[in-house]
């Protein structure tokens, strides 16, 4: 089984100013690693993923991630946020088990970035 | 390329009525999923398809919940009956395989009074 945390509900930031929204997982097999963002009244949008390879990935918009496998950790990172990222951002993780990709979400995190 | 489509986008139902939700996957894609998104958590899987077949719904409250894939496309998730705990958005996403990336529709959100 694997589980995910999202220690922050909420993260307000300016305009412009870069921004870190935090994700730990536990485990017990290999995983792949996976950041939804949902606008509201939509559905969830792939941002980025981990699958193998450079730990640091690059997705949409400008967010990048990096895989940290001692830490247990898949930061989102963005240098300068724009008001459009205002939305909820959801880390997830899918267990390498052959069972195929079933996703385990996070609580999600709040971005608000304020002019 | 048209997205996953769900409706109704709304519904607001009285407790012990039931209630229906309706998806249609992208074309091509062999799985589908059903998801329960309370407010302020993040979506938990309801069930999953592997074309007509449900393969894991471990995670379907059985006694009142109910899913079909009829033909392996178009999929209903049924409520009866409704309680005041099932308020939520019910997202359905599709996959082209198990191991591929899931696209999300825009979701359901159901109100029970």
């Known amino acids: 089984a694997q589980s995910v945390t999202q220690l922050d509900s909420q993260v307000p930031v300016f305009e412009e100013a870069p921004v870190e929204l935090r994700c730990n997982y536990s485990?017990?097999?290999?995983?792949?690693l996976f950041w939804y963002v949902q606008y509201p009244n939509q559905g969830l949008q792939l941002l980025l993923k981990?699958?193998?390879?450079?730990?640091l990935v690059k997705g949409i918009n400008g967010f990048e991630a990096e895989f940290n496998k001692s830490q247990t950790s898949f930061h989102l990172r963005k240098p300068s946020v724009h008001i459009s990222d205002t939305a909820e951002y959801f880390c997830?993780?899918?267990?390498?088990?052959?069972?195929?990709?079933?996703?385990?979400f996070g609580t999600g995190t709040q971005l608000k970035v304020e002019l | 390329e048209a997205g996953v489509v769900q409706s109704p986008r709304y519904k607001i139902i009285e407790k012990k009525q039931p209630v229906a939700f309706w998806c249609n996957p992208i074309?091509?894609?062999?799985?589908l999923y059903w998801y329960r998104q309370n407010l302020g958590q993040g979506p938990e899987l309801l069930i999953r398809y592997e074309n007509e077949e449900a393969v894991d719904d471990s995670q379907l409250p059985k006694d009142r919940f109910s899913a079909e894939r009829l033909k392996g496309v178009d999929s209903t998730l049924k409520i009866q009956p409704a309680e005041l705990g099932d308020s939520a958005v019910y997202l359905c996403?599709?996959?082209?395989?198990?191991?591929?990336?899931?696209?999300f529709g825009p979701g359901t959100r159901l109100t029970v009074l």
């Open positions: 996403a599709s996959s082209v395989g198990m191991a591929d990336e899931q696209f």
């Open positions: 485990s017990s097999v290999s995983v792949y």
């Open positions: 074309s091509g894609h062999n799985t």
């Open positions: 997830a993780v899918s267990g390498i088990t052959g069972g195929g990709n079933k996703l385990t």
């Open positions: 981990y699958l193998s390879g450079s730990t």
